[in-house]
């Protein structure tokens, strides 16, 4: 989808891998693709003006047997490094550009560390203008490539003399180009489908384009994707890679995607446009964090750094989770960025971190949890699950990945997604059932681990004991004061039948939304058995006109901040059946409830129907505690309101 939205009717074939290229300004970078494919990749009027390379540019190679591989060309001077870090994060193999008559430069010794720190492990240093150097000189750049390269992932990757200008060196390096492409086909699909944006632009007749280097699985046409961070949705409309129409791309390749429902987004370098699943973006990741020599200095904790991943580029705290409290040049360590704005992380993700000045470039790393949370003691116990899910795989990971999670438990493909692994190995992971508990909420499914499982269910029982022991009279503690308690994050909807399963595993009873253990028993005794005593004499003198709690205080001769303990005692007698509770703070005696209920029933088998005035007249009482006592009985099933009238719902 270049400009015009032309549409070949053949298509080459197309190989899953982007060619990128790195350096100094002035390098050679352009004038090398240029030889190499016959397109320019400077495409802004003022590159052309200027001779420099100020934006990404786009071209692609033809290998040999005819596919084609995309090339993302990047600008080499230090003020458009956020360009050139923009089109290096989905570089599977880089021509790194040392010109000859200048060699090694500042922003050679930048570039390589980025590429580095990016996870970049195939290369060719690519020793350029050669014709302008002799023998000798060519020998001494050699060197300094070597000095260069030392201690990063491209140390002994090949060097190629060419002349853009002669042409000399470019079928070498054609064929280094073919070997080191050699079986990268293979690569994996990981997980769902992610393009962070490089380009957005509007065709004239066909709407919103985007461009960029895939990751993870396929998109396809028709697919419904969402915009992230902002989590608009829009849909694949059609799709081209290198100028083809195509139904179907991905994994490594240069996009263009045409989208609908895209008119009113302000798309643009540093969105991701994701698989619909994944729904948000991250404020808070934890990684593991490399800093390089030419930081110069160690990294402090709480550091304010310019965050490059993806496409995006934002300002983060970054937070040190070694004891040391930073992280020194040449060394690595656990730590957490902390996101001004929100951005698409997943594990495995590669990032830099520069400055906040963004002068210079400080380390990188990759993601292994893109759902930090605040650090609670003991810090190590955090740092144990980050270096299982740093240095294994499968089950291990996953196990670590939930524990590390405020969430109590996630769904298999959330989890999929986190990891970015195919679905399928996360089921097969997760159906060791020894390491997992897998709980239902409705149609949805979720996992923990065995540990957080047992650990819940001795929160819970240790909770209910507690309870007991300090409020004895109590029936047992509300469901949501213990949701609200517990050291995870359950929603409501899903702690109902999380509760179920623990009483079918342990000691616990529910009776609709209260929680006890099977051995508890409310039994009055002592000074709450006499003042129960007290309270059942008050209730039954006043049969059908019982007083509230604060009548019952004033008439038991208790002050009204002891309302709570009358309260208390009157939940405990119900549970013993010698009171009825009516309506909030109402209650009545048991004996005087039952000759309500009966007068009640009697009256409707002779007469079918009752108003509430004469109900009012047949107990002698007034009309609040009539209505008070029908509104009980419809709400437990005796009768049923129809308008004014109550009508008998049951045969006896």
Known sequence: MRAGYNIHDTMAPTTHAIIGTAGHIDHGKTALIKALTGQDTDRLKEEKERGISIDLGFAYLTLPDGTRTGIVDVPGHERF??????????IDLVLFTVAADDGVMPQTEEHLDILHLLGTQRGIFVITKADLADAARIRDVHDEIELLAEGTRLAGAPVVEVSSMTGAGLDELRAEIVRQLDGFQARRATGVFRLPLDRAFVIKGHGIVVTG???GAEVRVGDKLRVLPSGSEVRVRSIEVHSDSVESAGL?????????GAEKLNLGRGDMLTDER????SARFDAWLEIRPAAKRALKNNTRVRLFIGTAETVARAIVLDEAGAIAPKSAAF????????????????????DETNSRTLGGGIVLNPLGRRVRKPVETYRANLRMLKDSSGADAIEALIDLQEAFAIGAMRIAILMNIPSAEADAALGEASRFVKLSVGDEEAYTTRARWDALKRFVLDALTKHHKTEPLSPGLEMEAMRTRLPYEIGARAFRPIIDRISHESEIVREESVLRLKSHRVQLGGDAETLGARIEEALASARFQPPDLKQLAEALNISANQLSRIRTVLVAMEREARVVKIATDLYFSRAAAEEARNHLVQ?????????AATFRDLLGASRKFAIALLDHFDHIGVTTRVGDHRRLRIPS
Do not use: W
């Open 252 to 260: 490594c390749q240069r996009v263009a995607i045409n989208l609908t």
């Open 278 to 281: 994944i729904d948000s973006a």
């Open 213 to 215: 280097t895939a990751m």
């Open 603 to 611: 009256y409707l088998k002779a007469h079918n129907e009752i108003t």
């Open 81 to 90: 490094i956020r360009n050139m870090l923009a089109g290096a994060h989905g």
């Open 335 to 354: 730590a957490q960025l902390v996101t001004e704005d929100p951005v698409v992380a997943l594990s495995g993700d590669r990032f830099v971190i520069r």
